[in-house]
Nanobody, 115 residues
Framework: QVQLVESGGGLVQIGGSLRLSCATSGTIFSTDVMGWYRQAPGKQRELVARITGGDTTTYADSVKGRFTISRDNAKNTVNLQMNSLKPEDTAVYYC?????????WGQGTQVTVSS
């Protein structure tokens, strides 16, 4: 069983930065894809960024050039560095592991960007 715990969310001003981290327990394989999703009030959950075991990354168009996802295969952690934050980045951010065994989710961490 894989468990995910996010940390690093909070309140930040427009243009500020935050770094989200996701710690995992259980077995993570190099073939598993790790990623971050977000869900704003009244909206569907959407992909923010994901990374394969070989460090191939995918980003939502809305965060390209501002967010960077990274992965530590030895520690089985995944991080999301968020810069130049905008009010539209306000959401609950969820860590995800997509594997052949299924999808695993963390409980989420709130990110609020205000003026």
């Amino acid at each position: 069983q894989v468990q995910l715990v996010e940390s690093g969310g909070g309140l930040v001003q427009i243009g500020g930065s935050l770094r989200l981290s996701c710690a995992t327990s259980g077995t993570i394989f190099s073939t598993d894809v790790m990623g971050w999703y977000r869900q704003a009030p009244g909206k569907q959950r959407e992909l923010v960024a994901r990374i394969t075991g070989g460090d191939t990354t995918t980003y939502a168009d809305s965060v390209k050039g501002r967010f960077t996802i990274s992965r530590d295969n030895a520690k089985n952690t995944v991080n999301l560095q968020m810069n130049s934050l905008k009010p539209e980045d306000t959401a609950v951010y969820y860590c995800n592991v997509h594997s052949r065994r299924g999808d695993y989710w963390g409980q989420g961490t709130q990110v609020t960007v205000s003026s």
